[in-house]
């Protein structure tokens, strides 16, 4: 099955369900909308109290990845008068126990609350990146009422799931990269999990009872492609772009393999669009422009299945830096990339891809890696 025909089984298959009608997240006692807000750029506290009476519960803000606090006091604060009515989530990196407490009581000082909903353990992507000192700490924070669930982000859901079953103990859910061009391949959403080997893990992690909150749902919100590689803007006129974020939206929040998709917003506009695109179930113009756009993106979106690890021969984390490039790109958030960009070792850091006359590393999905890394190598490093 092609993707494209593979995208119009799938859209058809897929039933409407409520973006303002909170689900259960995996075993936990929290509820969720299957629409949610990601703060990290809200500057306006009537995106918040807009959010909240059109129905959604979910709200996602995480510190800047290159320091500093960020809006977190000021989205604290209005969300202060809907406390009792919002999951609240957020939480930290941190690798050691001291750690862990220092940046969850940094958060509830910042959010003004005594209790965090859901904590996540961010950027996991191996069962090491959870030592037993951070998962004891996590237990300790949750009997104290600090937090309520527990979560991680992933990259790397596939390698790291067995490990999260083994400690379903503490672990409520898992954040990963969802949309319209990662879950691809023969499908049955309305059954809630694609088919094949790839997404085994999702449903066997959803029945031991793991809630799955959406990553990346609009994929950056199809910017992320460089202006001087933009091949295609001829096709996708600015009214077919803002069709195609519509049908992505839809596509996340009808699949039901999916408890929540925390959307960034920037601008009441972009939040009443958001709800204005859920007013309209997914039909078969969503099948044409979700197909179009995955042709045209194909070449420069990394789907982060993480197949490409270990294939470098100069053993460059390509999955990583292709991430970075997409904040960069994507997101519009330079800062963000460049601090990713120089955690790195130094060693990697000067690597540059110009210098192998062939790659190593071929993408299942086709994405162009070596000049995508080469594009990073330039302007992060």
Partial sequence: MSR???????????????WNQP?????????VTPLGVG???????????????????????????????GNLAEVGRWIRP?????VLSTGSAARTAEAFHNDL???????????IDL???????KPEHLPAEVLEAARSARRAGKIRAVGVTTHSFTQLQPFLITIADIIDAAMITCNFSTWSGPAEILNGYPEGDQYKPVKQARSAGLGIVAMKPMLGGLGFVAKERKTWAGRLT????KEALAAALRWVVANPGVDTAPVCVKSMEELDANIAALGTAPGQSDRQILAMTLQDIGPYYCRMCNQCEGTCRRQLPVADMMRYLLYHDGYNDQARARAAWHLMPGRIQAIRCQDCSTCTVICPSGVRVQEQITRAQTILA
Wanted: aromatic share 8%.
């Fill in 4 to 18: 494209r025909e593979w995208l119009a089984a799938a859209t058809a298959a897929i039933t409407p369900r409520l």
């Fill in 23 to 31: 689900v259960p997240l995996g075993r936990s006692d929290l509820r």
């Fill in 39 to 69: 703060c990290e750029e809200v500057r306006d506290a009537r995106i918040i109290s807009r959010a909240v009476e059109r129905g959604i519960n979910y709200f996602h803000c995480f510190k800047p990845l290159n320091g500093g606090d």
């Fill in 82 to 86: 809907y406390r009792d009515r919002v």
């Fill in 105 to 115: 009581d940094a958060h509830l000082r910042l959010l003004g609350t005594d209790t």
């Fill in 119 to 125: 904590w996540y353990l961010s950027s996991r992507q």
């Fill in 238 to 241: 600015p009214e077919q772009r």
